[in-house]
T-cell receptor, first 112, second 116 residues
């Protein structure tokens, strides 16, 4: 079963607006990562947040993590048409496991 | 650096045929992974390897076998293909093996497999 579930499944916004997508997970984690996938391509790592961190920034990306609620959010500010893609969260569980579990993704469309 | 490459990019198989997907990485990564991606299902881990000569089962290993004879290569085999294995397959690698591990996974471009 999927560890992470993204919400919403699909999101359509105008260029320049902010996009927020959420990820919920089930078990304790070591870290949570966000990836982007352009249509027909492989995934690209965006940002990683560790379990002892609450917020992290990278350029126009802001990620928050609430371990008490087992949830994370990814905010993309001032969106661009090039941000159109699917976004996935991936959780690495506590306990030293070397694998991560991906969620089902949020499909973002940014309209020029 | 080429990063992670996958061969082939597309393949059509008949039910019962076999094939091997090849993944190669030139980043000296210890860990390698095979995923399948189906619509609405996200990525599901098939098998993974934490080093040369080692493999382990992931979430959906049935019907697949893997081998990691060389550190840079990770092979995924389908012994007797079934229509349920129609999917897009992604290979990924991670962890440069230094004292400060990086959990970021680097993905290949994918192999689109259709089993008829």
């Amino acid at each position: 079963s999927q560890q992470g579930e993204e919400d919403p499944q699909a999101l359509s916004i105008q260029e320049g607006e902010n996009a927020t997508m959420n990820c919920s997970y089930k078990t304790s984690i070591n870290n949570l990562q966000w990836y982007r996938q352009n249509s027909g391509r492989g995934l690209v790592h965006l940002i990683l947040i560790r379990s002892n961190e609450r917020e992290k920034h990278s350029g126009r990306l802001r990620v928050t993590l609430d371990t008490s609620k087992k949830s994370s959010s990814l905010l993309i500010t001032a969106s661009r048409a090039a941000d159109t893609a699917s976004y996935f969260c991936a959780t690495r569980p506590s306990g030293g496991y070397q694998k991560v579990t991906f969620g089902t993704g949020t499909k973002l469309q940014v309209i020029p | 650096n080429a990063g992670v490459t996958q061969t082939p990019k597309f393949r059509v198989l008949k039910t019962g045929q076999s094939m091997t997907l090849l993944c190669a990485q030139d980043m000296n990564h210890e860990y390698m992974y095979w995923y399948r991606q189906d619509p609405g299902m996200g990525l599901r881990l098939i098998h993974y390897s934490v080093g040369e000569g080692t493999t382990a089962k992931g979430e959906v290993p049935d019907g697949y076998n893997v081998s990691r004879l060389k550190k840079q290569n990770f092979l995924l085999g389908l012994e007797s293909a079934a229509p349920s294995q129609t999917s897009v397959y992604f290979c990924a690698s991670s962890y440069p093996g230094t004292s400060q591990p990086s959990y970021e996974q680097y993905f290949g471009p994918g192999t689109r497999l259709t089993v008829t």
